[in-house]
């Protein structure tokens, strides 16, 4: 079956295909969150994620991290730009606690 994206919708990213690339990207979000806000997330674990085609892809990545001793899940939004070789942060949203 033909995988049909409606142009700037977003789509699930197979994490067992792209697991390194994903995971990298996921880890990439939490220690540039750390960075901006001065604080000492530690990731866990990714549990979902998907793409988005805009001048670059937008990843938008559901992360797992421990802030002390809670767990917490937030939605990490990365921006790439292959071509520029650009990765940043755009946003990082707390989801609820575990």
Do not use: C, P
């Amino acid at each position: 079956m033909a995988d049909h994206t409606v142009l700037g919708g977003t789509r699930d990213i197979d994490a067992n295909a792209n697991d390194l690339q994903v995971e990298s990207l996921a880890r990439f979000a939490v220690d540039e969150h750390n960075k901006k806000e001065n604080v000492t997330l530690e990731y866990k674990r990714l549990l979902g994620a998907k793409t988005q085609v805009v001048a670059g892809t937008m990843h938008h990545l559901t992360v797992e991290v421990a802030d002390g001793e809670t767990n917490k899940v937030y939605e990490a939004k990365v921006l790439e730009k292959a071509w520029e070789n650009l990765k940043q942060l755009e946003g990082f949203t707390h989801l609820h606690d575990v």
